[in-house]
């Protein structure tokens, strides 16, 4: 995964699929990106290489815009695909923060 | 070399397979990751080496499963087993022909059989062989993202619940394809006790979405046109579009 920080965004950008078999270390990338980067205002997932989740991405997904959210940061994902954003729309994540 | 056994229960293995590769000379190279491996065809009478022309396995069990429903192919015995072996453990793929023997080689319908070991990572592999039938068959880009995501939730309950992350239980799925309905069913059967699908879908009614529960549930659910459970197998029918 790589980690942006520009001026007082974070952004995240997934670089494999957000699936079971590649949880692990993409979950640990982004708690020790939320706490090392403490002093940022906004939080950004980068959705443009995932082409692929299952519940368990979404778990992740939900559960860095809660801490996020904790935190008092905004949040948003962009660079979805249309099947993507159709699935975050199904769960009512728009209705939360930004998807595009 | 990535071994790709046919065990076909026929004298005229031989006949099939040079029929087979006559006819897809072009599309077949071996689902390994080394472009370069060859693919070793072992029969009941002699290994056959494919030299590095198979695309993937599932679109040599396609042009299988094309040559017998169009009667190419007549005296079929037994079902086609195609594995591979790997790090991961023994995968089988093959389809059912049997199913598409007894609908007297309805051209329509096309069914596949995997079974794997309950490992997270064979979820990817049985799930790539699914998308690149899905794709082979044009059916439109939503659909085979929802197919996807259904199978990769069941796959991981099944996994998870049904048989408790042990290895050495099996998954079995069965993706069937009925081109005329333009539908598809998806079958995982896992070798647990059963799974209490009713009760855990009206938990989910009255929870907040946020909370962390369920939510594979809630995907196929929302996603399936109907769902069928069966002690510790459920299937489950997605509607589709072919591509524009």
């Known amino acids: 995964m790589k980690v942006i920080v520009n001026e007082q965004t974070l952004e995240l950008v997934f670089e494999k699929d957000l699936v079971a078999s590649n949880l692990d270390e993409q979950t640990k990338t982004i708690k020790n990106s939320l706490k090392e980067n403490t002093d940022v205002k906004k939080v950004s997932l980068n959705f443009e290489n995932v082409k692929e989740l299952d519940s368990l991405g979404i778990n992740l997904v939900i559960a860095t815009f809660k801490e996020a959210d904790e935190k008092k940061k905004e949040f948003s994902i962009f660079n979805t695909s ?18 595009s | 070399m990535n071994k790709i ?12 397979v040079e029929e087979f590769i006559e006819e897809f000379s072009v599309p077949i190279s071996s689902s ?14 002699e290994d056959l080496i494919i030299p590095n022309q198979i695309k993937s396995s599932s679109i ?7 040559l017998i429903s169009e009667k190419k192919i007549r005296k079929f015995n037994n079902i086609v087993q195609i594995y591979k072996n790997d790090d991961i453990g023994k995968i089988s793929i093959y389809p059912a022909l049997k199913d598409i023997i007894s609908k007297e080689n309805n051209p329509d319908v096309h069914t596949y059989y995997f079974s794997c070991h309950s490992l997270i990572n064979n979820i990817d592999y049985v799930a790539k062989q699914i998308k690149d039938i899905t794709e082979y068959f044009e059916i439109d880009e939503q659909t085979i993202f929802y197919i996807n995501i259904v199978l990769r939730e069941l796959m991981l309950n099944a996994i998870e ?25 998806l079958s995982i059967k896992d070798e647990g006790d059963g799974f209490d699908w009713k009760n ?4 989910i009614e009255n ?13 196929v659910e929302n996603i399936a046109e109907k769902i069928n459970i069966k002690k510790n197998k459920i299937s489950v029918q997605l509607r589709f579009k072919e591509k524009e």
Do not use: Q, W
């Not at chain 2, 929870?207 to 995907?219: A, K, Q, S």
């Open chain 2, 161 to 185: 619940h049904g048989n408790n992350e042990n290895y050495d239980k099996t998954v079995e799925i069965i993706f069937s394809l009925h081109l005329l309905d333009n539908i598809c069913i």
């Open chain 1, 82 to 99: 249309t099947s993507i954003k159709n699935l975050f729309h199904l769960f009512k994540l728009h209705t939360y923060f930004d998807i």
């Open chain 2, 207 to 219: 929870e907040d979405i946020l909370r962390n529960r369920h939510r594979g549930i809630f995907i």
């Open chain 2, 200 to 203: 855990r879908s009206e938990m």
């Open chain 2, 60 to 66: 040599l069990i396609c042009n299988l499963s094309h």
């Open chain 2, 32 to 45: 390994t990751d080394n472009p370069d491996d060859d693919v070793l065809l072992i029969t009941d009478k």
């Open chain 2, 5 to 16: 056994k046919l065990s076909i229960e026929n004298k005229e293995i031989d006949a099939i």
